[in-house]
């Protein structure tokens, strides 16, 4: 069995100061056998990261779309920002990788909605039904038994901006092979969550911050 973190923020996201070498050495710590790189609308980090730890780091993106973001796995090119959901589960599905729904129904966090993922349904890979940094737990709850309710394979995220917050929330399957063998294993999988402290939002606040006042990205790895 392994332990995945599958939804992670590193410091080419606006909101984190996470430096990719402190990412792999907390994996290793914590004891995380994969890790969904997921920053905002980039995929450089991922990229990069991949090649420090290839047999650690999933490539991935959280994309915001027209009506929300999505979360994307096993990708080797970029979404662009903007792009419809439709769009963008296509251009993902075409380069082999797999689409989620992030706290979907978290109005807080450019979830999708109800009736945005009701649509998306046959073409959506799997929804997020635990999101460590969702205030409301009652939107969590409502996210898994919506992915109940659609038959959609379900995933916990930390959403982690914070270093301390990797691995707080964990999925815990057996190995994969391939993105569809991947998905095949998520729905047998044991789901294992923690709630983010509440201040943890002020550290990506600071991270923002941070973040215009020129943080050398290519210098902080």
Same mark, same amino acid.
């Given at each position: 069995?392994i &332990?995945l /973190?599958?939804h992670?923020?590193t410091?080419?996201s606006r909101?984190s *100061?996470n430096?990719?070498?402190d990412i792999v050495r907390?994996?290793r710590?914590?004891?995380i056998d994969?890790i ?5 609308n980039e995929?450089?980090?991922? *990229?990069k990261?991949?090649?420090? $730890? ?7 993106? /959280?994309?915001k779309t027209t ?8 990708i ?5 920002r903007?792009?419809?959901? &439709? ?7 075409a380069?082999g990788?797999?689409?989620g729904?992030? @706290? ?6 450019a979830?999708?909605g109800?009736?945005v993922?009701?649509r998306?349904? &046959?073409?959506?890979d799997?929804v997020?039904?635990?999101n460590a940094?969702t205030?409301d737990?009652?939107k969590?709850?409502?996210?898994? $038994?919506?992915?109940a /309710? ?9 959403d982690?901006?914070?270093?301390r917050?990797i691995?707080?929330c ?17 729905? /047998?999988?044991?789901l294992?969550t923690r709630n983010s ?6 550290g990506?606040?600071?991270a923002a911050i941070? @973040?215009?006042?020129?943080i050398d990205r290519e210098?902080?790895?």
């Amino acid at each position: 069995m392994i &332990d995945l /973190e599958l939804h992670s923020h590193t410091h080419y996201s606006r909101d984190s *100061l996470n430096r990719l070498a402190d990412i792999v050495r907390t994996c290793r710590r914590v004891g995380i056998d994969r890790i969904a790189i997921t920053d905002h609308n980039e995929i450089a980090g991922a *990229l990069k990261a991949r090649a420090y $730890a290839p047999d650690l780091v999933i490539v991935g993106e /959280e994309v915001k779309t027209t009506r929300g973001e999505l979360l994307c796995l096993f990708i080797t090119e970029m979404i662009p920002r903007g792009t419809t959901p &439709d769009e963008a589960i296509e251009r993902v599905h075409a380069q082999g990788g797999i689409v989620g729904a992030p @706290h979907p129904l978290d109005p807080l966090r450019a979830g999708l909605g109800r009736d945005v993922v009701l649509r998306l349904k &046959d073409r959506l890979d799997f929804v997020e039904v635990y999101n460590a940094r969702t205030l409301d737990g009652r939107k969590n709850e409502q996210a898994a $038994a919506l992915a109940a /309710e659609l038959g959609l394979p379900a995933s916990v995220g930390s959403d982690a901006h914070l270093l301390r917050e990797i691995g707080g929330c964990r999925v815990r399957m057996r190995d994969y092979h391939s993105p569809q063998d991947f998905l095949a294993a998520l729905r /047998e999988a044991t789901l294992i969550t923690r709630n983010s402290s509440p201040l943890a939002r002020v550290g990506s606040r600071w991270a923002a911050i941070a @973040h215009e006042f020129g943080i050398d990205r290519e210098h902080n790895d």
